[in-house]
């Protein structure tokens, strides 16, 4: 449709775009998975497609607008059918490239939009299971925690008992050493007097 540029030539400039515009997916590599900035990079192409969307919508309704004035101008002129129904065809041949483009760009989008979903639940499931791992360990060691203070108490109970049991043993050795002594010393008493008795 190149001999048409003379008479409509923001049609050609606006089928050019849209012909070589760059598609998205071949600068949309995926990146290896990791966490964050992946996410992020996503976010960026969404917005991205989301702009490009508007810009081609535009692009439609700019080639529409064309063809309306450019048919208006020709039916002025006495144009014939043929020549309406060329601007036409181009007309549909620009608007299917744009929607192509735009089903490419769905299921780019549907595909980082999936990867982006596992991310998501990859990381919730490791959080859930590193929550589920800090809990256990919490629990084990409250466990921990309460057994030894178990055994605190009871070491502590056992050496009031042993310290209760050896007062009790010292207050004994010195009752039994007052005994002693007393004993000893009638004893000696007896022997003193039986040593005077037998020198009279």
Not at 64 to 83: C, H, T
Not at 114 to 135: C, F, H, P, V, W
Not at 137 to 143: A, E, H, S, T, V
């Amino acid at each position: 449709m190149a001999r048409w540029c003379p008479v409509f030539p923001s049609l050609v400039t606006e089928e050019r775009r849209v012909r070589t515009m760059p598609r998205h997916s071949q600068s949309l590599t995926m990146a290896p998975y990791s966490s964050v900035s992946l996410v992020e990079q996503l976010e960026d192409r969404i917005l991205c497609h989301e702009k490009t969307t508007a810009a081609l919508v535009e692009h439609a309704f700019r080639i529409k607008d064309d063809i309306v004035s450019s048919l208006q101008k020709m039916q002025n002129k006495g144009g014939g059918d043929r020549l309406a129904r060329l601007f036409l065809e181009e007309h549909i041949r620009n608007i299917t490239a744009i929607v192509k483009q735009l089903n490419r760009d769905i299921e780019v989008l549907q595909e980082q939009i999936r990867a982006r979903d596992n991310i998501s639940y990859g990381t919730n499931s490791a959080l859930k299971t590193l929550e589920m791992r800090q809990l256990s360990g919490l629990g084990d060691l409250r466990g921990r925690v309460a057994r030894c203070d178990a055994s605190i108490a009871r070491l502590s109970a056992e050496h009031k008992t042993t310290y209760e049991g050896l007062q009790h043993l010292n207050k004994e050795q010195q009752a039994a050493k007052l005994i002693l002594e007393t004993k000893i010393k009638d004893a000696e008493g007896q022997q003193v007097e039986v040593v005077v008795l037998g020198r009279n």
